[in-house]
């Protein structure tokens, strides 16, 4: 089965600095997608950031960046010039590509325990 | 409307009473998802309906009963309730498919407490 963990609970940074999540993942699949998703307070969660396994290079989102290192199973999310509106929890998160037990295709997704991120002014 | 929206944003019941939560879609999805977020732990995933047929349900206690109408529409009918079931349960959607991104939409969540 697969696993995603992150190390951090909780993390802090300042205004207009970056800050680096962590996540680490277990699977014996070759294809799949690892995803950052940010949950605001009482909002709803949002995708921030995908990479596809296959893809060497890493994904850009703007500010946010990830460092995908496939054979560490590592899926950092680097977030540059900090803003207030960052201030959320962050989950990392892995599909498997293929299809699911059953043959069925949809989209199930293994979430870390959250990472919350507070931005000072 | 737009995305995906949940009622009621807040819910409080006794372990003796009976509710319902309402997940509707607005982006033309096939596959509608429960989630349970508890605090300091990982969203668990609840049931999953692809093309409104419930594909997945992960061990979870018979006093959760999800229902699914149509692809627009999830509900979890809620019964005799332990304190510990109190969280907050995440319905989401996607576009069913293999070899796709499939990313899932989230609604805001409904926060239940269970006294």
């Known amino acids: 089965a697969q696993t995603v963990t992150q190390s951090q609970p909780e993390m802090s940074v300042q205004e207009a600095e970056t800050v680096t999540l962590s996540c680490t993942y277990d699977t014996s699949e070759s294809d799949y997608y690892l995803f950052w998703y940010k949950q605001p307070p009482s909002r709803q969660m949002i995708l921030v950031i995908r990479q596809e396994a296959y893809k060497q290079q890493n994904a850009t989102e703007n500010r946010f960046s990830v460092n995908f290192q496939k054979a560490a199973k590592s899926f950092s999310l680097k977030i540059s010039d900090s803003q207030l509106g960052d201030a959320a929890m962050y989950f990392c998160?892995?599909?498997?590509?293929?299809?699911?037990?059953?043959?069925?295709?949809?989209?199930?997704?293994?979430f870390g325990q959250g990472t919350i991120l507070t931005v000072h002014p | 409307e737009t995305g995906v929206t949940q009622t009621p944003r807040h819910l409080v019941m006794g372990m003796t009473n009976k509710k319902s939560l309402k997940c509707e879609q607005h982006l033309g999805h096939n596959a509608m998802y429960w989630y349970k977020q508890s605090a300091k732990k990982p969203l668990e995933l609840m049931f999953v309906?692809?093309?409104?047929?419930?594909?997945e349900n992960n061990s979870v206690p018979s006093r959760f009963s999800p229902e699914c109408p149509n692809s627009s529409h999830l509900f979890l009918h809620l019964h005799t309730l332990q304190p510990e079931d109190s969280a907050l349960y995440l319905c989401?959607?996607?576009?069913?498919?293999?070899?796709?991104?499939?990313?899932?939409?989230f609604g805001p969540g409904t926060r239940l407490t269970v006294l």
């Open positions: 309906y692809s093309l409104e047929e419930r594909v």
């Open positions: 998160a892995y599909r498997f590509l293929g299809a699911n037990a059953g043959g069925t295709s949809y989209g199930k997704l293994t």
């Open positions: 989401a959607s996607s576009q069913d498919g293999f070899l796709t991104y499939n990313e899932q939409f």
